[in-house]
């Protein structure tokens, strides 16, 4: 355990001690990224239950095609058959590997390489870049691979909400959907008018989202959502969530509405920067909306590379 702390050291040693120079140096970035990739996409398979799925699913997938018989008849076209884009992923590597380890070590890669573009792209500061992602989603890369590709793809839309370019958005959303569901949260942000708004305003808004929250009242946006994609059962486990008011949630928004309403001023108003600025502020109201859930809150990954940025 001791060489995360390390590993987050240097990091936090780049953000606070590194030349301003460096704040936008792709070979700091790079550097960064590729340890990481083979940090995370050489341990075995550490990473707990989502890792040793993905692992077995992948293996049926190779046996098949490599005995010559269907892979349509896998298992895995039953267990996502509205991830569509995952699963022919996983028939396309099949085609290039039979080995699960080699398999986990090149999706982990492309994580990595999506995560990259995506810092490089919105990002002003690679040093406090990492040291977020280190926070916000880091962990996650080694155990949910799907939905950590969903959210590297769903953050390339991201450009298209400022530049106004509808069609591209939605199609890159749901690209992203192909590979895990929830990205089709990010739809409605396209829509939120591109400007900055009063502080009061937020506020009111947060407010509002953590009472609806608090209420358990947002696990009907679970309902709704399953009564469309097909996963009742899967879906199911986020409503029945017992896990009770995270503290966490409300701890994590609070300090980022913090954090970037006390240097509202300081943030530009061009549109690329008051569009990310509006999904770094969607990202805190969706851990107000979903305080109540555990499994709730990982729709905000769609929204950290705002935050980041």
């Avoid at 460096?22 to 990739?37: E, G, H």
Wanted: charged content about 15%.
């Amino acid at each position: 355990m001791y060489i995360y702390f390390v590993i987050l050291a240097f990091a936090m040693a780049g953000a606070l001690f590194l030349p301003q120079k460096t704040s936008k140096s792709t070979i700091y970035l790079a550097c960064w990224m590729i340890a990481l990739a083979l940090f995370v996409g050489c341990s075995d398979m550490l990473g707990g239950y989502d890792r040793y799925i993905y692992g077995e699913l992948f293996d049926e997938v190779a046996d098949l095609r490599r005995e010559g018989r269907s892979v349509l008849t896998a298992y895995i076209f039953q267990q996502y058959p509205t991830e569509l884009g995952y699963v022919y992923f996983n028939v396309l590597l099949s085609y290039f590997t039979a080995n699960r380890y080699i398999f986990i070590f090149i999706v982990t890669l492309i994580i990595y390489v999506l995560y990259y573009v995506n810092i490089r792209r919105y990002s002003a500061d690679y040093r406090v870049a990492i040291l977020l992602f280190f926070g916000l989603l880091f962990f996650f890369t080694f155990t949910y691979l799907r939905q950590m590709i969903g959210v590297g793809i769903a953050g390339l839309s991201l450009k298209f909400i400022y530049e106004r370019k509808l069609w591209k958005f939605v199609f890159v959303v749901l690209i992203a959907a192909s590979f895990h569901n929830s990205a089709l949260i990010l739809l409605p942000v396209y829509f939120i008018p591109i400007k900055k708004y009063g502080i009061g305003a937020i506020m009111l808004l947060m407010i509002l989202c953590l009472l609806i929250g608090a209420s358990g009242a947002s696990s009907s946006l679970f309902e709704a959502y399953s009564s469309t994609s097909g996963l009742e059962e899967r879906t199911t486990q986020y409503i029945e969530d017992t896990s009770g008011f995270r503290v966490a949630y409300l701890l994590e928004a609070v300090f980022f509405l913090w954090l970037i309403l006390g240097n509202y001023g300081k943030i530009g108003q061009d549109k690329q920067q008051t569009a990310l600025l509006n999904v770094s502020l969607a990202f805190c109201a969706i851990l107000l909306l979903f305080i109540r859930s555990e499994n709730g809150g990982r729709l905000g990954w769609y929204f950290v590379i705002g935050l980041i940025s």
